[in-house]
């Protein structure tokens, strides 16, 4: 091949891809680590925001996956803190508070009522519609 004067010549032995190792260093001061997962003081925002659904007794690994995953989420998405986590949370089970379906008030099928639960309202599609306020009735105009 012909060898363009205008470039520098490269050591074979280096590796090709230089630029993305430059980069990662360059904005490494702007780098953005989401916090660990609080798991107890999520549950603990949990049972203070909503002490009248069903509680959490045992803190299971696919409960902590679940937290896990919204966690990164909410605080990957807007940089979060760990404290503006826990601050989001805390508004996001306050939320969930003011909707009478989550909250089993909206009466049952056969005598029946359901209620939501933390796992529930940490599923993905549940999590987004209760954060949208899906399940929260509005005034009809």
Known sequence: GTHNPNEPSRNPKEPKEKEPTVLVERFASDAYTVPDCPYLEIVKAYAEELPSLPQVEILSEPRKAHMRSRWRDVCGGEKYTKAEGLDWFRWYFAH?????????????????????????????SNFAKAVEGRYHHREVA
């Not at 379906?101 to 599923?123: Q, S």
């Open 96 to 124: 969930c508070r003011e909707s009478d379906f989550l909250m089993g008030k909206t009466g049952g099928k056969n005598g029946r009522v359901w209620r939501a639960d933390f796992e529930w309202l940490l599923l993905p």
